[in-house]
């Protein structure tokens, strides 16, 4: 992708998601700091796009800013074609539920609660199913990431790679267009990053979601779709 421009889109895949000319400052005064420098990417479903680059060269922030959880300060962000800028705080977090899943460096499970009601409790918010459905679907979705055997167990009675992989399949729960990931490897050791990748890699190809992953580690990121270079607030090379 060049600088602040769009990467052609490949056959045969829909928008889901676009930033178009992203700004976002941190700050203020002589100690603001422009952050994102008019970022534009868009992503397309079933591909899976990384983002790497050095720390504070506002990888983390481009993400917050497209998963709705941050305001732009210039530029435009399209979710489910709608123009978010204009979004009142309620209706960013009714399509941040509904269209959007989160996979982050630390698990965030409720210890106290078992891996199938930690999966339930986005499907609450959404209120969609019914109870019997929501526990259906999160015994599924803990199948498909090789854990349903375990799903009764509490969030503190798992390994810290099973964790992960919970917090892998809570992301998918409400089946949304596009999933984040921010450092979701970045506590596990080799085979467990192996593994979380693979997983989040495989079920976002079978279930049509974009993804887009925010990674220190060069190997993870060079197996994804497309790999895009940030310094400085920018798309490089």
Known sequence: ?????????????????????????????????????????????????????????????????????DRVDGGEIHLADREMGAAGDYQRTQLRNEHIGFVFQFHFLLAEFTAAENLMLPMRKLARWGEEEMHERAVELLREVGLAEKSE????????????????????????????????????????SSMVFDLLNRLCHERGQAALLVTHNQNLAGRCDEVLTMQDGLFVG
């Open 1 to 69: 992708m060049s600088v602040g421009s769009e990467a052609s889109p490949p056959a045969g895949s829909r928008s889901v998601l676009q930033g178009k000319g992203i700004h976002k400052y941190l700050g203020s005064g002589e100690r603001q700091v422009h952050v994102l420098r008019g970022v534009s990417l868009d992503l397309r479903e079933g591909r899976m796009v990384s983002i790497v680059g050095p720390s504070g060269c506002g990888k983390s922030t481009l993400l917050y800013l497209l998963g709705l959880l």
């Open 153 to 192: 167990r509490r969030a503190n009675q798992l390994s810290g790679g099973e964790q992960q992989r919970v917090a892998v399949a809570r992301a998918l729960a409400n089946e949304p267009s596009v999933v984040f990931a921010d450092e979701p490897t970045g506590n596990l050791d080799v085979k467990n």
